[in-house]
């Protein structure tokens, strides 16, 4: 139980890290808009162009580095739900016994 309280809080802290690093990411650039939990103009909209590597070269690198930041949110997010669910049943363990 000490063990994932302090991954929790291990994974509390990184997932503010990364967190701030995808709103730096955003601020870079008015055309990433303030979305944190969806990779905006990633996905085909019907009518619209996507901006191509050809395009814009320097958009489409921070993008996909924004992108990749956000891939490792969502990880560090999934892990950390599982640990605090460890953690939870071990607490309710802790106190039914």
Avoid: P
């Avoid at 809080?9 to 990364?18: A, D, G, M, Q, W």
């Avoid at 070269?57 to 640990?83: A, D, L, Q, W």
């Amino acid at each position: 139980m000490v063990i994932s309280g302090l991954l929790l809080i291990i994974f509390y802290i990184s997932h503010t890290y990364i967190v701030a690093w995808i709103n730096f990411y955003n601020n870079q650039d008015e055309r990433f808009g303030n979305s944190l939990w969806r990779w905006t103009y990633d996905y085909k909209v019907i009518g619209k162009r996507d901006v191509s590597d050809l395009d814009d070269i320097s958009f489409v690198r921070k993008r996909r580095i924004r992108n990749r930041t956000i891939t490792f949110m969502y990880c560090n997010f999934f892990i950390g739900f599982f640990v605090l669910m460890s953690f939870v049943s071990n607490l309710l363990i802790l106190i039914l016994q």
